[in-house]
C-alpha cells in the first residue's frame, strides 16, 4: 500500500524554525516527483515546492530562501526545513506522490496525499 506518513508540525513563534518529515511506504521516493503543499484557512491548497527524482527542487517564490529539501534514502524520507517563519506560513502542510516522475497539481489524477500536518506561527 502507498502512503506517506507526515509529521513535525507544531507552534512556533515568528523567526523560528521548524523540520517537517515526510516518510514514505510502498513506493520509492527517488522514482516519482514528490510536492509540498500548504493550505491556510479559507484558502485552497498553495504549492510549496517540487522535488525531482533526480533530486532537484522547485520553490515558490514565497519560501525562496528560507526552506530547503533534503532526503535520507535509508529511511525513504523527505525532510522540508523551514527557517525565518512569518505569520503568513500558517497552514496545513500535506506532501504529495505525483503519478510520475514529473510535475503534478492538487488537482491531477492519481496523486498520493499524506494526512496534513498544522503549522502555526504567531507574531
Known amino acids: 500500500q502507498v502512503q506517506l506518513v507526515e509529521s513535525g508540525g507544531g507552534l512556533v513563534q515568528s523567526g523560528g524554525s521548524l523540520r517537517l518529515s515526510c516518510a514514505a511506504s510502498?513506493?520509492?521516493?527517488?522514482?516519482?516527483?514528490i510536492n509540498w503543499f500548504r493550505q491556510a484557512p479559507g484558502k485552497g491548497r498553495e504549492p510549496v515546492s517540487y522535488t525531482q527524482p533526480n533530486g532537484v527542487t522547485i520553490y515558490a517564490d514565497s519560501v525562496k530562501g528560507r526552506f530547503a529539501i533534503s532526503r535520507d534514502n535509508a529511511k525513504n524520507t523527505l525532510y522540508l526545513q523551514m527557517n525565518s517563519l512569518e505569520p503568513e506560513d500558517t497552514g496545513v502542510y500535506y506532501c504529495?506522490?505525483?503519478?510520475?516522475?514529473?510535475?503534478?497539481?492538487?488537482?491531477?489524477?492519481?496523486?498520493?496525499w499524506g494526512q496534513g500536518t498544522q503549522v502555526t506561527v504567531s507574531s
Open positions: 504529495a506522490k505525483c503519478p510520475g516522475d514529473y510535475y503534478c497539481s492538487s488537482s491531477s489524477r492519481g496523486v498520493v
Open positions: 510502498g513506493f520509492t521516493l527517488d522514482y516519482y516527483t
